[in-house]
Every structure is written in structure tokens, then in C-alpha cells.
């Protein structure tokens, strides 16, 4: 089921408390700045049918792990999220360790979100990472072993002056691969990598490459703890198609539906979610 919208009578009280203070149009200002202040403090991915799920939005700032299988959709759904936040005049970037940028710049235009000129405007970055630029990360984070390397971090992660509202990682399965076996110093990378984000007060999200049905959603098991939110997608095979799913599997900071809910990759508009059609069997 939908979580409920808070009922009209909790801001009608407010608007109440709030008309004998002054000046009308002052006093029926309040409320709407009481949840301005709230969106502020929260984000809505623009997916239809998946911002229901969660009763205020992704806190601003959380680092979420976004896991699926192979094709599941999640670089087109962290790509619809950038474009969403674009349109509305935040910073979106894109680091991207498998795809070209040229690449993802055509998935997103296939889907009608016009990345060149989110680009243009300062809303969009993309950018290919290669193995030697987190090479050289990694040295700046062996070279200090204290908190202050993430300092170090940043002219490496991000162009310069660029402040993001939003990050995607594209993906953790990558970096984790570069490390090859040397789990702990992969380990410290991550979370020095979730930290710098959480300081910026840049919401991150985390693409995990799993199974098609997961038991675990991170290369090492661990990131799902460090997050703050995982959001699973689903390529489930039934009989002789496979069918899209989603699942918010835990959001820390705000009420969410814990269901697995049917979703579909559509040509021309991106993931669209159905809260209402549950998935059974195949699970
Ligand atoms: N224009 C489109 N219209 C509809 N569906 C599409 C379109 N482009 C891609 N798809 C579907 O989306 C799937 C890929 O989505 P996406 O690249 O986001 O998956 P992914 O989880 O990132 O995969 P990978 O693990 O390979 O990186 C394709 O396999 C295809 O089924
Ligand atoms: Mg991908």
C-alpha cells in the first residue's frame, strides 16, 4: 500500500495558530514555509510511483545503495533521478567507471532528458574515471591515514568549483575490482568515499552490481550497512519473460513501503514504478 500523505486537518490547525498573530498573508505563509523547509531537507527522485513509497523523500545528504542484477535498470534510473534534480535547477554528477560519457549522455537523450543542456547550464556533469585516477585517490588515502585526506579526495573526485547536490557512482562493483582481493583497503576507500559526500551535504547514490536475485546488495557485504538507504532492483524471470521490480529495502530517516513493487523501463519516459502491483512467486 501507498503511505498516506499527512491529513489536511495537521496544517489547517497551523494556519489556525497562526491568524491571530498579524497580517494574513504573513500568517498563511507560515505553513508553506514550514514545508518548504521540509522539501529542502528532502529529495524526490521524479520516478513516478517510487516517490510514494517514501513518506518525505530521500534525506538530503544519505548515502543510497542502489543494487540490482545485471540490466535491472539502475544507471538509467540514477540517470532519470540527475535529470529529474536538473530540471529543477540542482547539480547533478556523474562518475561513471564503466560507461563512456558519450554513452550515457545517448541513454538519456533515448529517454528524452536533454543532457547536453543540463550540461550547458552547470546542472550535469559526467565523468569516465579510469583505474589510474583512482589509483590516485587510493594514494592520497594511504599517504594520510587520518580524516583529513578527504580533503586530498576532492580535486581528484570533482571538477573544480563543482558542488553537487547529487552524486551516482557507477559503479562500487568497479572500484571494488581495481582492489582486486584487498578488501580492507577497498573497505576504507568506500567509507572514506560515503563520509566525504555526507560532509558536502551531497546526497550519493551507489550502484552495487549483484544477482539477479540478491542475497547480499554490495561487493563485500558491508556497504549495505554503511548506507543509509538500499533501494533493490529486480529482473525476475517468470517462465519464459523476465519483469521488472523495485524494493526499498531500508531508508534511514523516513517511513517507507516494504513491499517488492512491479516496475517497467519505458521507452520515451524511464523506470516507472507501480506501488499497487505486488510481484509474487519467482522470488
Ligand atoms: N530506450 C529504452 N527503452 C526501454 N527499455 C530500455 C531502453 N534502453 C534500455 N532499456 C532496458 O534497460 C536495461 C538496461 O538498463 P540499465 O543500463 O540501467 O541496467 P543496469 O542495471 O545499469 O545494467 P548493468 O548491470 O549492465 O550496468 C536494458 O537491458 C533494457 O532492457
Ligand atoms: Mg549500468
Not at 497580517?23 to 514555509?33: H, Q
Not at 547536490?165 to 568506500?190: C, E, H, N, P, W
Request: net charge positive.
Amino acid at each position: 500500500m501507498i503511505l498516506r500523505k499527512k491529513k489536511k486537518p495537521a496544517s489547517s490547525e497551523k494556519i489556525k495558530k497562526a491568524e491571530p498573530e498579524k497580517a494574513k498573508p504573513v500568517a498563511s505563509e507560515k505553513p508553506l514555509s514550514a514545508k518548504a523547509k521540509e522539501s529542502e531537507n528532502f529529495i524526490k527522485t521524479g520516478i513516478e510511483g517510487f516517490d510514494g513509497l517514501i513518506e518525505k523523500g530521500i534525506p538530503k545528504g544519505s548515502a543510497i545503495l542502489i543494487a540490482g542484477g545485471a540490466g535491472s535498470g539502475k544507471t538509467i534510473m540514477c540517470l532519470q533521478i540527475l535529470a529529474h534534480a536538473a530540471k529543477n535547477g540542482k547539480k547533478g554528477f556523474y562518475m561513471s567507471f564503466e560507461e563512456s560519457e558519450s554513452r550515457l549522455r545517448k541513454h538519456m537523450e533515448d529517454f528524452g532528458w536533454n543532457a547536453t543542456e543540463y550540461e550547458k547550464k552547470g546542472n550535469l556533469v559526467i565523468k569516465r574515471m579510469s583505474s589510474y585516477e583512482i589509483a590516485r585517490a587510493v594514494e592520497g588515502l594511504l599517504a594520510k591515514e587520518r580524516g583529513e585526506l578527504l580533503i586530498d579526495l576532492e580535486p581528484i573526485l570533482l571538477p573544480d568549483n563543482y558542488k553537487p547536490d547529487l552524486v551516482v557512482i557507477d559503479s562500487l562493483s568497479a572500484i571494488a575490482s581495481y582492489f582486486m582481493g584487498k578488501t580492507g583497503q577497498y573497505r576504507s576507500y568506500v567509507e572514506q568515499l560515503f563520509r566525504y559526500f555526507e560532509r558536502m551535504g551531497t546526497t550519493s547514490f551507489m550502484i552495487a552490481e549483484t544477482k539477479q536475485i540478491p542475497e547480499v546488495f554490495s561487493p563485500t557485504g558491508v556497504e549495505e550497512f554503511l548506507a543509509d538507504g538500499v533501494v533493490v532492483l529486480y529482473n525476475i524471470r517468470k517462465g519464459d519473460i523476465r519483469e521488472n521490480a523495485i524494493e526499498i529495502l531500508k531508508l534511514r530517516g523516513t517511513k517507507h513501503v516494504k513491499k517488492i513493487v512491479a516496475m517497467q523501463i519505458v521507452d520515451n519516459q524511464g523506470i516507472a514504478v507501480y506501488p499497487d502491483q505486488e510481484v509474487f512467486g519467482g522470488l
